[in-house]
């Protein structure tokens, strides 16, 4: 996942990505105002247990504090590029196209870590 600040530059990193190999359906760009709204719908509706397994994520891990950064900078009506890569030269592929386009705030997740890159 990754932050570019404008449009015109995101949909060319997401170009870029596509000719570097990567998969349409492995890849979404995000508008800043659909995060935004997608985040506050998520806060209204939350169950006693989703807001249980909220608070505990935020005491144990630092999710909670990633998808607020994430929030903020679609605050800020910037974009959200999120690329799916699992293999190591895929994510170093997919790190240097995106940091090329002016990402920033670039993390891979996986099932029980997160990288900075």
């Avoid at 995060?35 to 630092?62: G, H, I, K, P």
């Avoid at 590029?81 to 996986?110: K, T």
């Amino acid at each position: 996942m990754a932050v570019i600040d404008d449009r015109e530059s995101a949909e060319k990193a997401v170009r870029a990505l596509s000719d570097a190999g990567l998969p349409e359906s492995d890849m979404d760009l995000l508008d800043g105002p659909s995060v935004v709204e997608a985040s506050r719908s998520f806060q209204q509706y939350r169950s006693r247990l989703q807001r249980l397994e909220a608070w505990l994520s935020s005491v144990f891990s630092d999710d909670a504090a990633y998808a607020r950064t994430y929030v903020l900078e679609a605050e800020h009506g910037h974009y959200l590029v999120i690329a799916h890569a699992d293999q190591p030269e895929v994510v170093d592929r997919v790190s240097r196209v995106l940091r090329a386009h002016g990402a920033h705030g670039m993390r891979h997740y996986q099932s029980l870590t997160v990288t900075d890159l």
